[in-house]
């Protein structure tokens, strides 16, 4: 028999940030009673990773992966459970599943102390897609998923709660490019959501998206076919009428977008949204923002770039994000824009909050990958410290771009985990860190940091994504965010 565990899934989830305002009611419907969910953070940046009271982490929730179990090969996914305490902990995984009749998977997995444990979701059930939920006994470690296709490996970090609402704001359906919406319910009840859409066009609430079932312990679907065909520019809104979900995406481009990702959505809305990433290079062929106002009130926002040194370079975007709707901004429309890295931050004018996310294609030989990341929202800005279960397991150039946000120079340390703790990459231990800058560091030829879990810690306040090989004989990188904590 199947143990329905409850454990760190319902109300009891601890998260040390504020909570972040939500769609006003009427979007989708009347105001719903679940409580709000925050962004997923590790703890204050100075707090020591050690399974105490007030650290942040027992309960993990993932986005979904291909289960590879009638699929051809090449699909497929796996989490990593990261332990860097100094005592053993517990980690008890379920895996849920969109397959009708499919009871979740449960097994307990021992972390040794500053450790690090891969575990296989490739097959483990039957169905389309796998989910899974991963609870901490004691708290103290971390959790991120990696999705396998064949266009290419996608990692994104896990959340610490569930949520009633979720946005996604870089939806791209042109040229043959395929998206499906995997929404968990890890409850033993039922939970019902409305789906609201919106494009150039405006906003629109189909009726056949409107009281989507989630069977309890399963996933549901919502695949491509009823979402709108060739859109460049697609927000969505997941909504909860009933009960608490967690909404992931998973996206095969191709056309003008090649590659693949898979990822979780924005439990909450935000005033600032930071892009380490920008680049103008030989390479770039795109570099285009998606913004999305799922409220109800028109928004105005800002796009400023950040680390362009050229004083002659001025550059601003302001427009009015009507309600419920959603544009596009494309840092190629500045073609001033000096060469080189840049980053990009996103604000509003008021407290209403937007969903902002970046996808960057980019030239490889032949062809092209594209890399799709949400940005890092106002409740991420005082971190010092960031973390990630996967580093890069090849040496490559700039695999950590790290996004200053103060305007005073700093330095940059990297570590990387394992048995002997946190330790200090060779030649990483002080890297320069300009004022209000981006930075990009590779991943040196070392077994020791390769694949290994991985901490970036700084003396001002940064941002840190990951920009990793898409794996196999694929060219070309996909975008993470890292953990902030």
Same mark, same amino acid.
């Given at each position: 028999?199947?143990?329905?565990?409850?454990?760190?899934?319902?109300?009891?989830?601890?998260?040390?940030?504020?909570?972040?305002?939500?769609?006003?009611?009427?979007?989708?419907?009347?105001?719903?009673?679940?409580?709000?969910?925050?962004?997923?953070?590790?703890?204050?940046?100075?707090?020591?990773?050690?399974?105490?009271?007030?650290?942040?982490?027992?309960?993990?929730?993932?986005?979904?992966?291909?289960?590879?179990?009638?699929?051809?090969?090449?699909?497929?996914?796996?989490?990593?459970?990261?332990?860097?305490?100094?005592?053993?902990?517990?980690?008890?995984?379920?895996?849920?599943?969109?397959?009708?009749?499919?009871?979740?998977?449960?097994?307990?997995?021992?972390?040794?102390?500053?450790?690090?444990?891969?575990?296989?979701?490739?097959?483990?059930?039957?169905?389309?897609?796998?989910?899974?939920?991963?609870?901490?006994?004691?708290?103290?470690?971390?959790?991120?998923?990696?999705?396998?296709?064949?266009?290419?490996?996608?990692?994104?970090?896990?959340?610490?709660?569930?949520?009633?609402?979720?946005?996604?704001?870089?939806?791209?359906?042109?040229?043959?490019?395929?998206?499906?919406?995997?929404?968990?319910?890890?409850?033993?009840?039922?939970?019902?959501?409305?789906?609201?859409?919106?494009?150039?066009?405006?906003?629109?609430?189909?009726?056949?998206?409107?009281?989507?079932?989630?069977?309890?312990?399963?996933?549901?679907?919502?695949?491509?076919?009823?979402?709108?065909?060739?859109?460049?520019?697609?927000?969505?809104?997941?909504?909860?009428?009933?009960?608490?979900?967690?909404?992931?995406?998973?996206?095969?481009?191709?056309?003008?977008?090649?590659?693949?990702?898979?990822?979780?959505?924005?439990?909450?809305?935000?005033?600032?949204?930071?892009?380490?990433?920008?680049?103008?290079?030989?390479?770039?062929?795109?570099?285009?923002?998606?913004?999305?106002?799922?409220?109800?009130?028109?928004?105005?926002?800002?796009?400023?770039?950040?680390?362009?040194?050229?004083?002659?370079?001025?550059?601003?975007?302001?427009?009015?994000?009507?309600?419920?709707?959603?544009?596009?901004?494309?840092?190629?429309?500045?073609?001033?824009?000096?060469?080189?890295?840049?980053?990009?931050?996103?604000?509003?004018?008021?407290?209403?909050?937007?969903?902002?996310?970046?996808?960057?294609?980019?030239?490889?030989?032949?062809?092209?990958?594209?890399?799709?990341?949400?940005?890092?929202?106002?409740?991420?800005?005082?971190?010092?410290?960031?973390?990630?279960?996967?580093?890069?397991?090849?040496?490559?150039?700039?695999?950590?771009?790290?996004?200053?946000?103060?305007?005073?120079?700093?330095?940059? =340390? !990297?570590?990387?985990?394992? $048995?002997? &703790?946190?330790?200090?990459?060779?030649?990483?231990? %002080?890297?320069? *860190? /300009? +004022?209000?800058?981006?930075?990009?560091?590779?991943?040196?030829?070392?077994?020791?940091?390769?694949?290994?879990?991985?901490?970036?810690?700084?003396?001002?306040?940064? =941002? !840190?994504?990951?920009?990793? $090989?898409? &794996?196999?004989?694929?060219?070309?990188?996909?975008? %993470?965010?890292? *953990? /902030? +904590?």
């Amino acid at each position: 028999m199947i143990l329905r565990r409850l454990v760190g899934v319902g109300p009891f989830v601890l998260v040390p940030l504020a909570a972040l305002a939500l769609v006003p009611a009427g979007v989708l419907g009347p105001e719903r009673t679940p409580g709000s969910a925050v962004f997923a953070a590790l703890g204050a940046p100075t707090m020591p990773f050690v399974p105490s009271a007030e650290f942040i982490g027992s309960t993990w929730h993932c986005a979904g992966v291909p289960s590879g179990a009638d699929s051809a090969d090449g699909l497929g996914g796996d989490l990593r459970i990261v332990n860097p305490t100094d005592g053993p902990l517990t980690a008890h995984v379920t895996v849920f599943s969109d397959a009708a009749g499919v009871d979740p998977s449960e097994q307990d997995v021992e972390l040794s102390p500053r450790s690090t444990e891969q575990v296989s979701l490739t097959g483990l059930l039957d169905g389309r897609y796998l989910a899974a939920m991963v609870e901490i006994g004691g708290g103290g470690a971390w959790v991120e998923q990696q999705a396998r296709h064949q266009s290419g490996a996608s990692v994104s970090p896990c959340a610490n709660s569930t949520s009633a609402d979720w946005y996604f704001a870089d939806n791209y359906t042109r040229n043959g490019s395929s998206e499906d919406l995997l929404i968990t319910n890890p409850f033993p009840h039922d939970a019902i959501v409305d789906i609201a859409l919106a494009t150039n066009d405006g906003q629109r609430v189909p009726q056949d998206l409107q009281g989507i079932p989630v069977p309890a312990l399963s996933i549901a679907i919502v695949t491509e076919d009823r979402l709108p065909k060739d859109e460049a520019v697609l927000g969505i809104a997941v909504r909860s009428t009933q009960g608490r979900v967690v909404a992931g995406r998973a996206q095969h481009y191709t056309g003008e977008r090649f590659g693949y990702s898979a990822m979780l959505g924005a439990p909450s809305l935000s005033t600032t949204w930071w892009f380490p990433d920008g680049d103008v290079a030989d390479d770039v062929r795109f570099e285009r923002y998606s913004i999305y106002n799922p409220s109800d009130r028109d928004v105005s926002v800002s796009a400023n770039f950040w680390g362009v040194t050229d004083p002659e370079f001025t550059g601003q975007w302001v427009e009015t994000i009507p309600a419920g709707e959603v544009r596009s901004f494309l840092a190629g429309d500045f073609v001033d824009l000096p060469p080189g890295r840049h980053g990009i931050v996103f604000t509003t004018d008021g407290t209403e909050g937007i969903v902002v996310e970046q996808g960057i294609t980019r030239k490889t030989g032949d062809t092209w990958h594209t890399s799709v990341a949400m940005g890092a929202p106002t409740v991420f800005e005082g971190f010092r410290r960031w973390s990630m279960a996967y580093g890069s397991p090849t040496p490559a150039k700039g695999v950590l771009i790290v996004m200053n946000l103060d305007f005073d120079a700093g330095t940059v =340390v !990297v570590k990387a985990l394992g $048995p002997a &703790g946190e330790v200090v990459v060779p030649g990483l231990d %002080a890297v320069e *860190l /300009p +004022g209000a800058s981006v930075i990009a560091i590779p991943i040196p030829d070392d077994p020791a940091v390769l694949g290994a879990a991985l901490v970036v810690e700084s003396d001002r306040r940064i =941002v !840190v994504q990951r920009s990793l $090989p898409r &794996g196999g004989d694929l060219r070309g990188r996909s975008a %993470a965010l890292a *953990l /902030p +904590g």
